[in-house]
């Protein structure tokens, strides 16, 4: 299993610019969800998911747009990148039975 | 709503000794779940310990090992024999039990330090 998979893991964008972020599971998870790391502010949760076709918000969920069209995928859109939105993206994933949540290695983003 | 506190940005330690990293936390529900996580430099999040609210004995994985005090709501970690590989940013998390979607609520995070 390669358990949570994020792309990409550096990307630069200038403002206004729209992009995703992908995030794939390969463990059959129900529960899926996005993180946002500034300094300071630990980790703070953008969206969420509790199956296919189910999502919600978050914490701090503007400027960001989710879908879950499958189990295994669940991507994260910046519809006009704004240099607040400069951060470190999480995504992590569990079952309704663990507790634990896996985490994918981050996508480090700037916009300009 | 449930938020979490981490009150020390910055804590070091020599190699071989203890450590106690400190976290507080605010929550109407009588049973939820606390977790760990470390995150080095890779940036990978890392699952160190977790408590159930509802156990009174507190958690140990190895060299780690929790002091929960549900009451006073304080949940703080503590390393033992202090290796350089525990440097790294801990978080404190704070999860809804039965039903946990998901939702991580985290502290601010806790740099540690450990001098050789």
């Known amino acids: 299993n390669a358990g949570v998979t994020q792309t990409p893991k550096f990307q630069v964008l200038k403002t206004g610019q729209s992009m995703t972020l992908q995030c794939a599971q390969d463990?059959?998870?129900?529960?899926m969800s996005w993180y946002r790391q500034d300094p300071g502010m630990g980790l703070r949760l953008i969206h969420y998911?509790?199956?296919?076709?189910?999502?919600d918000q978050g914490e701090v969920p503007n400027g960001y747009n989710v879908s879950r069209s499958t189990t295994e995928d669940f991507p994260l859109r910046l519809l006009s990148a704004a240099p607040s939105q400069t951060s470190v993206y999480f995504c992590?994933?569990?079952?309704?039975?663990?507790?634990?949540?896996?985490f994918g290695a981050g996508t480090r983003l700037s916009v300009l | 709503a449930q938020t979490v506190t981490q009150s020390q940005p910055e804590m070091s330690v020599q190699e071989a000794e203890t450590v106690t990293l400190s976290c507080t936390y605010d929550?109407?529900?009588?049973?939820?779940?606390l977790f760990w996580y470390k995150q080095p430099p890779s940036r990978q999040m890392i699952l160190v310990i977790r408590?159930?609210?509802?156990?009174?004995q507190n958690a140990t994985e190895n060299r780690f090992s929790v002091n929960f005090q549900k009451a006073a709501k304080s949940f703080s970690l503590k390393i033992s024999d202090s290796q350089l590989g525990d440097a790294a940013m801990y978080f404190c998390?704070?999860?809804?039990?039965?039903?946990?979607?998901?939702?991580?609520?985290f502290g601010q995070g806790t740099t540690l330090q450990v001098k050789p």
């Open positions: 992590a994933s569990s079952t309704g039975r663990d507790r634990d949540k896996n």
């Open positions: 463990m059959n998870h129900e529960y």
């Open positions: 998911s509790v199956g296919a076709g189910i999502t």
């Open positions: 929550t109407s529900e009588s049973d939820y779940y």
């Open positions: 408590q159930e609210a509802y156990k009174q």
């Open positions: 998390a704070y999860a809804t039990y039965p039903s946990n979607t998901g939702k991580l609520i």
